[in-house]
């Protein structure tokens, strides 16, 4: 079925509806325009939100980033960001795919539906014109017929009227012979454009105005098959990017599950971990025996109990040497020994060995600089230094080693620069055509200061470590008393997966498949320490052995 057929006659209605289809995909235009702004607005909020809560990049060294359940708010922070990108692509490509297209095609189905409009509308004028021409035929013979009529009538009365002579009633016949005539062809051309017109008429229903018709319904049909296409389209946009955003979700799940408490447990040891032992039991002052009140304060400023190690006594500094310490400054010098435990207060402490004093310092000597805080002047801020000395001694020794760590990738970069320079100045002394080698002075100049700058920091880092301090001279008399006592017991073995050189200061080399004894686990910073049979000990990547601990 047909429009021409079926609805020849609805002209009307047929313009009306076509009309509103095309308003109807104007008003979905507009739709999906809207939805792309909220979609837009909602990237954007996305994308400023997770802005507002990523790390910047100073902050990226702050002790908390290594917490599993810090780093899994910053992952999901990141799923959110490519859930905004995903956001954006589907506002791209609702307007790409059926805004704009939709916007194109509406503008083609309008400009078709004029030109059937105006095509319908010129066969109605052309029809018209025919049926006036027809109207006027037919009106003039009406007129002229009666006219004719009148004109019979007046010549068959003269004709009979005995006091009209010959003439007139030759004249009266003439005229209505006349009059006939004219009525006669006008009542042919009548009879012409009646024919013309039916025949328009016909051609008009029959032909021109049911093709138009039909043209407007595959127009109309064509318009409800692309609106039904971005109808499609409007759920498939979203649906191709599902996958991607269901990898985000997952992902934002995954970083839920990734959180280890008891890792973050173990982080917190490790970046906050001191190195320095408990304090030992305070011994009994029998001021009845005249003690010397300086050998009984020999407890270098320790905490005095739990109230100082949690802070609660802030009135109170103490430190590893104290300037508040009772011990005067004849009793105890920095390069002065301590004098000897008064008999009176019976065997020393053994948590202590022979002498509190000779313990504390043996203890501090295990760090590289030996004027470090207590526990609280350590919760305090202290004063950054290059060699990290504010720092206790596990953390010193991570940062010392993450340190020489930079260096060394910072003076390989340079070292590969200075090859690469090396290389193209000897091209150019051999093919002057392509530069001139003297261009290339100041670059490696440069590069070569680099080098040597960078060669000398972590010589500069050793020397700090190596060299002692006056302070220093105070236990180094005492470092004998236990180095038997500082062999510390294996805790494991370890077999080389792979060969490693031990080219670096305090690393040891070995050979894949041999076997060594495990003395410090790895601390978090991709080193364990282990020994060989013969003694020798040293750092290896944790990653280049399997390793097997002691139950």
């Known amino acids: 079925m047909d429009w021409g057929t079926e609805l020849w006659d609805q002209y009307d209605i047929i313009e009306k509806h076509t009309q509103s289809g095309l308003e109807l995909v104007e008003k979905y235009v507009k739709f999906v325009k809207e939805r792309t702004e909220i979609e837009q607005n909602y990237a954007k909020q996305l994308r400023n939100l997770s802005k507002k809560y990523n790390l910047k990049r100073s902050s990226k060294d702050e002790p908390e980033c290594r917490l599993s359940s810090y780093q899994s708010f910053l992952d999901i922070v990141n799923e959110m960001n490519d859930y905004a990108g995903q956001r954006e692509l589907i506002a791209e490509n609702l307007m790409m795919n059926i805004c704009i297209d939709l916007t194109k095609y509406l503008q083609e189905l309008k400009q078709e539906r004029k030109t059937y409009l105006m095509e319908a509308k010129k066969a109605q ?3 018209e014109s025919t049926y006036k021409q ?9 007129r002229e017929w009666r006219e004719a009529e009148r004109a019979a009538q007046y010549a068959e009365k003269t004709d009979q009227d005995i006091n009209a002579t010959k003439a007139d009633v030759e004249k009266a016949k003439q005229q209505a012979h006349m009059r006939a005539h004219v009525a006669e062809e006008c009542k042919n051309d009548y009879a012409a454009q009646l024919q013309k017109y039916n025949k328009e008429q016909n051609q008009f229903y029959f032909n021109d105005m049911p093709l138009i018709f039909n ?3 595959d127009l109309d049909e064509r318009r409800v098959q692309k609106l039904a296409q971005g109808y499609i389209l409007f759920s498939d946009t979203e649906k191709h990017v599902m996958p991607i955003i269901g990898k985000c979700l997952e992902g934002i799940t995954k970083a839920g599950t990734n959180v280890n408490e008891k890792n973050d447990s173990m982080v917190v040891i490790e970046q906050n971990k001191s190195g320095f032992e408990r304090p030992g039991d305070l011994e009994f ?3 009845s025996q005249g003690i010397n009140r300086a050998s009984s304060d020999s407890s270098l400023g320790t905490p005095k109990g739990p109230m100082d190690l949690l802070g609660k006594n802030r009135s109170k500094n103490f430190w590893l040497f104290s300037k508040k310490s009772k011990l005067s400054s004849s009793t105890l010098t920095p390069f002065s020994t301590p004098p000897a435990p008064s008999p009176a207060n019976g065997p020393p402490s053994p948590k202590f060995g022979r002498d509190p004093l000779s313990y504390c310092l043996k203890e501090i000597n295990k760090t590289v600089k030996p004027r470090i805080s207590s526990f609280r002047t350590l919760r305090r801020s202290p004063t950054v230094t290059e060699d990290f000395a504010h720092l206790p001694p596990e953390q010193r020794r991570k940062r010392l080693q993450q340190k020489l760590e930079e260096i060394c990738k910072e003076l390989q970069k340079e070292v590969d620069q200075s090859e690469a320079l090396g290389k193209m100045k000897d091209v150019y ?3 002057p055509q392509m530069g001139d080698p003297a261009s290339l002075a100041s670059q490696i100049n440069q590069t070569s200061q680099n080098i040597e700058r960078l ?11 190596s060299t002692p301090d006056a302070s220093q001279a105070i236990y180094a008399e005492f470092d004998d008393d236990f180095e038997d006592e500082e062999v510390t017991a294996p805790i494991g073995k370890c077999t080389a997966m792979y060969n490693f050189p031990g080219a670096s200061e305090g690393t040891i ?5 041999e076997v060594l004894a495990v003395v410090e686990e790895d601390k978090g910073d991709g080193w364990t320490r282990v020994r060989r049979n013969n003694g020798d000990e040293g750092y290896i990547p944790t990653s280049y052995v399997t390793i097997n601990l002691n139950k």
């Open 134 to 142: 027809l109207d006027n035929s037919k009106k003039r013979f009406e």
């Open 125 to 127: 004028q052309s029809l």
């Open 215 to 217: 043209k407007l319904q």
């Open 285 to 287: 002052e029998d001021y």
């Open 429 to 431: 002394e051999k093919n």
């Open 509 to 513: 080399s070995m050979q894949e498949g």
């Open 455 to 465: 060669r000398a920091d972590p010589d500069g880092a050793h020397s700090d470590e």
